[in-house]
């Protein structure tokens, strides 16, 4: 069973431009969370997505930023017209969603994201 | 809103220590606690969950334990290798209906183990 993937690994975009990163959560795992990790910050919650729905969008920037997981194919963070401030690590997390007080969430190895 | 502070921020010490990494959060009020570890350019790797009504869980050379009245978790690493160097990162799960799911991490623990 392949963990979660993501891709790309390293991302690099001049202002102004679109960033796309996708999530390809586990087999069998139909919750996925996005997370940013700023340069010297912790990781911070971004959204929290089942598939066609997003259940928890509150720590995503209200502008540029938008996520999707259809029914079919990886789930997507989408940042419009980047600025040097969206340089990050990206994680996406997935999760079986079964029982929650037991469910570990699991972390793909991160989209870096430079802008320049 | 939930904050989770991790102490010390940075650690060296030989091998062999016994260590003892500290996380503490605001809201009581979590529903379950992770240890993870991270390594420099990749992911996370879970290494315990403790869930609110348990107090500590164990595996292999790492302990750790939840006390939910004085917001502190405390993640013990016995017998330390070079191998366990990496970062350490405590997060919470509130339980509360509207962050349902939602991971608040502390900043971590920077651990280096030197032969």
């Known amino acids: 069973n392949a963990g979660v993937m993501q891709n790309p690994r390293h991302l690099v975009r001049r202002r102004g431009q679109e960033a796309r990163l996708r999530c390809s959560p586990m087999?069998?795992?139909?919750?996925v969370y996005w997370y940013r990790q700023l340069p010297e910050e912790g990781l911070k919650f971004m959204v929290y997505?089942?598939?066609?729905?997003?259940?928890?969008e509150s720590g995503m920037p209200k502008e540029r930023f938008s996520a999707e997981f259809p029914k079919e194919g990886p789930s997507i963070l989408r940042i419009q017209q980047v600025v040097r401030g969206d340089s990050a690590a990206y994680f996406c997390?997935?999760?079986?969603?079964?029982?929650?007080?037991?469910?570990?969430?699991?972390f793909g190895p991160g989209t870096r994201l430079t802008v320049l | 809103k939930q904050e989770v502070t991790q102490i010390p921020a940075a650690l060296s010490v030989p091998e062999g220590e016994n260590l003892v990494l500290n996380c503490s959060f605001t809201?009581?009020?979590?529903?379950?606690l992770q240890w993870f570890r991270q390594d420099p350019g990749k992911g996370l790797t879970s290494l315990l969950l403790?869930?609110?009504?348990?107090r500590e869980q164990t595996s292999g050379r790492l302990n750790a334990s939840l006390d939910k009245s004085s917001g502190r978790s405390t993640l013990y690493i016995a017998a330390s290798q070079p191998g366990d160097s990496a970062t350490y990162l405590c997060?919470?799960?509130?339980?509360?209906?509207?962050?349902?799911?939602?991971?608040?991490f502390g900043r971590g623990t920077q651990l280096t183990v030197w032969p």
């Open positions: 997390a997935s999760s079986p969603r079964v029982d929650r007080s037991t469910d570990t969430q699991y």
């Open positions: 997505l089942q598939k066609e729905n997003i259940i928890d």
């Open positions: 087999k069998g795992h139909s919750h």
């Open positions: 403790i869930q609110s009504s348990q």
């Open positions: 997060a919470a799960i509130l339980d509360r209906g509207s962050t349902l799911g939602r991971l608040y």
């Open positions: 809201d009581s009020a979590i529903y379950n």
